[in-house]
């Protein structure tokens, strides 16, 4: 109640059930031929009751019907999480600042406690089905050789236990269901392994030396991993937790008009500053904002600032599809049955190709006003100007929040460049 600093908890729901998978396969294996084996299957599994850790004291929405802390000389009967510059409470009271930002900290259901404060709940759902095959040609002419597909879809409202829920809004867990972060709906690789053959006659000088050579190779191709464009400055979720939202990953909706599809620009997004393009397209992604004096008046009428949480998106965009060849020249020499020469040439990332990292998708929205914007012009709109979404007089003066910059543009890549070693080995 004095505006200090609230206590920041984490605790571990006493009446969690333990979790727990449902696995199921079925696999159909046949050999058409001795060397030849192939081998078709689904695999499957559900998992419930998976640990997610819940903000359990998300700010509440009040209003002048549902106050908090009704009764009291701290009751508050609006939700806000910035403080207007120049502008007052329908009321006719001030703006409050708490710790946390607008009235946040009177509108939790434990006074004193953090919003942010988390409980590891054991309500999560996850699936997972794919679709698996394999062929292989044992070693036969001198030849053997491998390819596998997997076709597969994996899916949750929180992938893998961490200290923050790496969902949307914490309070809606089933809003936040889709890809799991480490999805990869395609994966094909190929193996091989070439015994170089000698015409030299067996156990001679010749056959010692252009003799034992093998070419062994693995290629791997595969769908990137989903991501979400997310926002931790406060321009998403503010009514609940100002600009203090660092829980949860507060998803960036697009805009009206946008698909998934139709906000990508079809570019890697990479070599951005010799003519490349960004992979996504900036005007397609907005803020979901709240209307003043919208949810029923516990918006102040005087505050068009505030945002609540979107629905879904999560994880609906995927990184650049990557792409892997390796390749190992094997020579090997045995004399006298019991010692072994092995030399090996190995080349990794055989042709050199860039496999490229999630592009930009932390965005910094609110960097003009941060908690307290000033009070806008009449019929001015606090959306970006000049990046596509709507304002009106755009680009005139009052824009609240900054375009996405940075957005869909990539600053890493993932594994090393081509890489060529070589090694020698003798075993007694």
Same mark, same amino acid.
């Given at each position: ?148 597909? @997997?076709?597969?879809? #994996? =899916?949750?409202?929180? /992938? +893998? ?5 790496? &969902?949307?809004?914490? $309070? *809606? ?85 946008? @698909?998934?599809?139709? #906000? =990508?620009?079809?570019? /890697? +997004? ?5 003519? &490349?393009?960004?992979? $996504? *397209? ?107 979404? *709507? ?38």
């Amino acid at each position: 109640m004095s505006g200090g600093q609230p206590i920041s908890l984490g605790v571990y729901d006493r009446a969690n059930k333990l979790p727990y998978t449902m696995n199921y396969t079925f696999d159909i294996q046949w050999q058409p031929r001795a060397d030849l084996a192939i081998e078709i299957g689904y695999v499957g599994n559900l998992g419930r009751h998976q640990v997610i850790p819940v903000p359990f004291n998300q700010a509440q929405i009040a209003s002048p019907t549902s106050p908090t802390l009704a009764g009291g000389p701290n009751i508050q009967s609006y939700s806000y999480g910035y403080n207007v510059g120049g502008a007052t409470l329908p009321d006719g009271t001030g703006y409050l600042a708490n710790y946390e930002g607008g009235n946040v900290d009177l509108r939790v259901p434990y006074i004193g406690y953090a919003a942010e404060s988390i409980k590891y709940v054991a309500a999560g759902v996850d699936a997972y089905n794919a679709l698996q095959a394999h062929v292989e040609k044992k070693m036969s002419h001198d030849i053997q050789v491998g390819a596998s597909y @997997t076709y597969s879809h #994996a =899916l949750d409202e929180q /992938s +893998g236990l961490g200290l923050f829920y790496n &969902g949307n809004n914490p $309070l *809606n867990l089933r809003g936040s269901y889709g890809s799991s972060d480490y999805d990869r709906t395609h994966v094909i690789d190929f193996t091989y392994v070439f015994k170089i053959p000698t015409f030299a006659k067996q156990n001679s000088v010749a056959d010692k030396i252009i003799g034992g050579w093998s070419l062994v190779g693995l290629t791997v191709l595969q769908s990137g991993q989903p991501y979400s464009v997310i926002d931790f400055s406060g321009a998403i979720g503010s009514i609940y937790y100002s600009t203090a939202d660092g829980i949860t990953n507060p998803i960036v909706p697009l805009a009206k008009g946008c @698909t998934a599809k139709s #906000a =990508l620009t079809h570019a /890697s +997004g990479a070599w951005t500053p010799s003519g &490349g393009q960004p992979a $996504l *397209n900036a005007a397609c992604f907005t803020l979901p904002l709240l209307d003043a004096g919208g949810l029923n008046g516990a918006i102040p009428t005087s505050d068009p600032y505030e945002t609540g949480f979107t629905t879904g998106q999560r994880n609906i965009f995927r990184q650049s599809f990557q792409k892997r060849a390796d390749a190992s020249l094997v020579k090997e020499l045995s004399f006298k049955e019991k010692y072994n020469f092995k030399y090996t040439f190995d080349v990794y990332n055989l042709t050199n190709t860039a496999s490229f990292d999630v592009p930009g998708n932390e965005v910094s929205q609110n960097q003009n006003y941060n908690a307290f914007p000033g009070a806008l012009p009449t019929g001015v709109s606090p959306l970006p100007t000049g990046c596509g979404t *709507n304002s009106v007089n755009s680009p005139g003066p009052g824009g609240l929040y900054s375009c996405p910059s940075g957005l869909g543009i990539v600053q890493h890549t993932i594994g090393a460049p081509r890489q060529i070693q070589m090694s020698l080995g003798f075993q007694f």
